[in-house]
């Protein structure tokens, strides 16, 4: 299940009736490779982010999901810059094949929550928050949206351009907080000889979320690396 990653934007008036709405895609054309994230879920999972490719024309985003210290998710998403939507979904299977799979419109492999973050409307609501998280502590602007009769609250602060610090989705009992971030890390999902080129740095030694023991039969990788 991937979100996704958001760079700088002027952000709109704080006048949310007559605000000029957006999209999160919009602010993806600007992202670099490698800059990544660290996401915790309510449910507990903990899923890393990153900007595994892009070029004028489309930004790939790429998730790894951890549930118990286990890799249990691969997966890249391929967002057309110029339609606003994601066309393409990438999973990894535990064998290491590579399967991708088209997106149309909403009958896609994306899980909802992710098809209505990535598709809604947002406007700047009047005010600013201090938001507490595992990263730290961060002035917050506050925008909303709603898609599908679901609510949807995120909150950004311009110390972290890649992604909101929180993102709230009660209609889906879903709270998102941010971790840790960086940059520079680089895309592992395709073997080296097959990779798409890249200008991302070299990855560091270890990824952020470390190496769980012994994983079960359905994990990505067996384990993570």
Known sequence: MLLLFLPVLAAPAADTTAAESWQLIDRFKDIPVGEWVRLKYSGGSEHLLLVAARDDAAVTLEEKVHEQGYLTSWTQVVIDLAKKAPVAVREKTPDGEIHEVRVEGEKSSLAEELYALLTARFRQEPRTELV??????????????????????????????????????????????????????????????????????????????????????????????
């Open 132 to 225: 507490v998280v595992p990263a730290g502590r961060f002035a917050c602007k506050v925008y909303r949206s709603v898609y599908d009769d679901k609510f949807i609250q995120i909150f950004f602060s311009d110390k972290i351009p890649l992604y909101p610090v929180k993102v709230v989705i009660p209609g889906y009992e879903l709270t998102i907080r941010l971790v840790a971030f960086g940059k520079g890390m680089e895309s592992r999902f395709f073997p080296r000889d097959k990779s798409p080129k890249s200008d991302a740095a070299e990855a560091p030694a270890s990824e952020p979320l470390g190496t769980p023991p012994s994983a079960p039969e359905n994990n990505c990788e067996g384990k993570a690396r």
